[in-house]
């Protein structure tokens, strides 16, 4: 049976990580984030900070907090007809509840990390990186304006990224068996 997973937790937590390992090995990988993008080119808009931020508050006007993955639900259903599917940037609670309505076998791994440590690797990225300050900032905004809480805390499991590489991926193939064996049940 095809496996749909949703990898959720703060910026800098490491989340990537795991949507990449699992597209890396087969998995078909559907990014939040490309719904704004591909909607702003469809519309002939600039795509950069400011008119992104923008036209995520434009639909969610439109469709509510839900607003990205109501347009990403049919999208979500190919894919995880045709494979196993992991789904990258499911923020707010809505969105959760959304997507376990459509999808009720949705199991959502969360990536825990140190707050510091999460911090360090953000002011360190090539892309959007930001000083302390600011992710301070951006956290709080996440927490309370698109209640991102909400589906980290309600995880079906945990990967606490605080040491190596190996670390991780062990945990991440651990819960990926854990996953495996409750789908033979």
Known sequence: ??????????????????????????????????????????????????????????????????????????????????????LDGLYSWDEYLVLKDEFPELKLIGVICDKKIRY?????????????????????SEIENLAKGGPIVFADYYIFNNGSIEDYTRQLLDILDCIEQEGEK
Do not use: C
């Open 1 to 86: 049976m095809n496996k749909l997973i949703a990898v959720v937790g703060m910026a800098g937590s490491g989340k990537s990580v795991a949507t990449e390992y699992l597209e890396n090995n087969g998995w078909t990988k559907l990014y939040f984030g490309g719904v704004i993008y591909d909607r702003m080119r469809e519309e002939g808009i600039e795509i950069t900070p400011a008119s992104q931020k923008e036209y995520r508050e434009k639909i969610r006007e439109k469709y509510g907090m839900a607003a990205v993955a109501i347009l990403l639900k049919d999208k979500i259903r190919e894919a995880y007809g045709k494979g196993n599917t992991v």
């Open 120 to 140: 360090d690797r953000i002011s360190k990225r090539k892309d959007r990186p930001f000083n302390a300050e600011e992710i301070h900032i951006r956290d709080i």
